[in-house]
């Protein structure tokens, strides 16, 4: 079937090589050929099942999942694939996919948990085994009564000295492990979290290692109560599950002993440092930002390459009616969810980077900056999955009412990724830990203590008020970055102040906290909001890439952060940083942006490189098809495979009495 003409055309309009931008997207020429290499192993796999799981059960779709979890793991190492990102990008083209993937947590947090937090000789012990699939494991800490309040787990494990043993225990119904991934039907161990408890003190959370299931028959283990929680929004391959421990016992080695130990004769050595136990939730947390790029990057892709084929409405009475990506109103919704896309996936690969010099710092013994980076991932998990579920949204809503069709990819790509926003950590919590460690730092640097890291900014001066004299002064990277920097330092130190307010006026800590809560979110999401575009900006001053390439990438950053600066209006006028007139000339040039991105829009999505397969999508499909290729997905309906239904037998005796005849 020949390309839309209107795609066509699009794509010759373009000014730049698509394949340049894709190149810096993924972090270089190298890793674009290998990502491509690797999801062609996947989606050119016969073993794999790629089939519509539009209309199947949920049973049917989980017993999917778990056949291409096993087949995952069977193909890394058939296919010799060992560098771990590597192996994350064949896992996610699967999932990418929507197939589901029942041993997901397995490799994303069961694995790194017995590395990052077990001792040599537990690693030794146990890696082997999980990654052989000898035993397979999820991460169980949120309960049935608390989530990310880890300190409020109910999970107890009492040290027996006697025995060398704990006893792993849920004392009651709000204690029970509730929405671990993988827990329900599939695993046989899981790192539980619990309080340690040791000659009658209680020591706090800590990852234990606890058999769930039989390794012959995979019945549960003596004690053991799980099962599946039921049907969810979304992600229904995945058996997320609950669990209670009634007085399980396991070896004093079970727990996890990097950091801190339990001695036989229960005592307890502490951690050099609290927050190294948060070390696994950071690789999460991490790992949650690619994947909220990659995802509102296929919503950007599907509705843009829609957008340019769906024709609506009389601009010009009498002339044809035009795409529907030419309306500035359409641009406004599309174009800054693609230049956050973009933005995104270049915070994603510094904030990889920075993770990797914390491991290295670790090794070496030094934590110095352990709670930059613990802040930072926190709150970056919460801005960038939060933006990334309300723009699927904004996506599918300018997709009309085919966006609300499975076969557009939009609803099931939303309900599949949103989960991110309370998964691993609620947002608004996430957010308070970010606060947390920055009044911390705001109150050292207002004492005169000079900070570094990404916190270094509370310690410079800023101007009262915005260099920006002209329009053009709008677009300079300098005074961009110096309005979100001045913005980040004002709501920092003003929630601190109001904080050490509240602080002298109640005596209670917690009464105060609470009293500043709004102040503490929009400081922290300020934050955030100044390290990703530092991040854009950084990366066009750092990346060798072509003019051309650089040109659009620039516009894209240009974008992102003039429309932070429209939607987040209030924050920047309030001290008068910006004035009004200031805000319409950011406004005027965000608008004349969109003009000069128009032509190049679906080259810029074509440079997110997702195949057909991986998209899955009618609306995005490349090729611009979308008419047919929705009427043949709608013909598989089950519901058409009669021409009468069996449930006409229902409305016969209405449809065929006599007073229904005309």
């Not at 790194?112 to 146990?126: A, F």
């Not at 016992?249 to 801190?260: D, E, G, H």
Request: proline share 3%.
């Amino acid at each position: 079937m020949p390309v839309n003409p209107d795609l066509q055309r699009e794509r010759e309009s373009a000014t730049f090589a698509v394949e340049e931008l894709t190149h810096v997207k993924d972090g270089g020429k190298g890793k674009t050929v290998r990502r491509r290499y690797i999801e062609s192993l996947a989606l050119n796999d016969s073993d794999f099942d790629w089939s519509d799981r539009s209309f199947i059960t949920r049973d049917e779709e989980y017993s999917l999942a778990v056949k291409h979890g096993i087949l995952i793991e069977q193909k890394i190492k058939k296919y010799n694939i060992t560098d771990q990102e590597e192996q994350n990008a064949f896992r996610n083209t699967v999932m990418r996919k929507r197939q589901g993937n029942a041993i997901g947590l397995h490799t994303l947090m069961f694995i790194p948990t017995i590395k990052g937090q077990g001792t040599e000789e537990q690693q030794k012990k146990w890696l082997p085994l999980a990654e052989s699939m000898q035993i397979i494991g999820t991460y169980a800490q949120t309960e049935l009564g608390h989530g990310t309040f880890v300190r409020g787990l109910e999970t107890t494990a009492t040290y027996i000295p006697e025995k060398e043993e704990f006893i792993v225990h849920t004392p009651k119904l709000t204690s029970f492990k509730w929405w671990p991934g993988n827990l329900g039907k599939t695993v046989n161990y899981a790192v539980v979290m619990a309080q340690l408890y040791s000659k009658g003190k209680c020591y706090g959370v800590h990852p234990f290692l606890v058999q769930l299931r039989s390794l012959d028959n995979h019945q549960p283990m003596k004690g053991v109560t799980i099962g599946d929680i039921g049907p969810k929004f979304g992600f229904n391959s995945t058996d997320n599950g609950y669990l209670g421990l009634d007085h399980v016992r396991i070896p004093r080695t079970n727990l996890l002993m990097k950091y801190a130990k339990v001695l036989p004769d229960g005592t307890y050595v502490k951690p050099p440092r609290d927050k190294l136990a948060y070390g696994s939730m950071m690789y999460v947390r991490v790992a949650y930002l690619h994947m909220s790029a990659e995802a509102l990057a296929m919503a950007c892709t599907i509705a843009i390459r829609y957008s340019a084929v769906r024709r609506q409405s009389e601009m010009i009475p009498g002339e044809r009616e035009p795409q529907v990506l030419d309306y500035q109103s359409q641009q406004m919704k599309l174009f800054p969810q693609l230049a956050t896309a973009y933005a995104f996936y270049l915070t994603q690969q510094k904030t990889y980077q920075l993770y990797l010099g914390l491991l290295d710092d670790l090794r070496k013994g030094e934590y110095s900056s352990l709670q930059d980076m613990h802040a930072l991932t926190s709150g970056l998990k919460a801005f960038v999955t939060s933006a990334m579920s309300n723009g699927i949204d904004v996506c599918r809503l300018s997709c009309g009412g085919h966006g609300y069709s499975h076969t557009s990819g939009l609803p099931e790509l939303y309900t599949m990724y949103t989960h991110f926003q309370t998964a691993e950590g609620e947002n608004t919590i996430l957010l308070l830990q970010t606060a947390r460690y920055l009044m911390k730092c705001a109150g050292n640097a207002m004492s005169g203590d000079k900070q570094t890291g990404q916190v270094g900014y509370l310690s410079d001066t800023t101007q009262e008020n915005s260099n920006i004299k002209s329009e053009s002064d709008v677009l300079s990277f300098e005074e961009l970055t110096n309005v979100y920097k001045h913005r980040a330092q004002r709501l920092v130190k003003e929630a601190a102040m109001k904080l050490q307010t509240e602080m002298s006026n109640t005596k209670q800590q917690h009464v105060a906290w609470n009293s500043c809560h709004i102040e503490l979110l929009t400081a922290a999401t300020a934050h955030v909001h100044y390290f990703i575009v530092q991040a854009f900006i950084d990366t066009l001053k750092t990346t060798e890439m072509a003019d051309s390439a650089r040109s659009i990438l620039t516009k894209l950053c240009q974008l992102y952060a003039m429309y932070g600066i429209h939607d987040n209006a209030g924050d920047f006028l309030h001290d008068n940083y910006l004035s009004p007139h200031q805000l319409s000339m950011v406004t005027k040039q965000m608008v004349n942006t969109f003009a000069l991105l128009r032509p190049n829009a679906v080259a810029l999505v074509d440079a997110f490189d997702f195949p057909d397969g991986i998209l899955a999508s009618t609306l995005g499909t490349y090729d611009g098809n979308v008419y047919e290729k929705m009427y043949q997905w709608a013909n598989h309906s089950p519901l058409n495979k009669d021409e009468v239904h069996d449930s006409y037998k229902y409305l016969q005796p209405m449809l065929t009495s006599k007073q229904s005849k005309l």
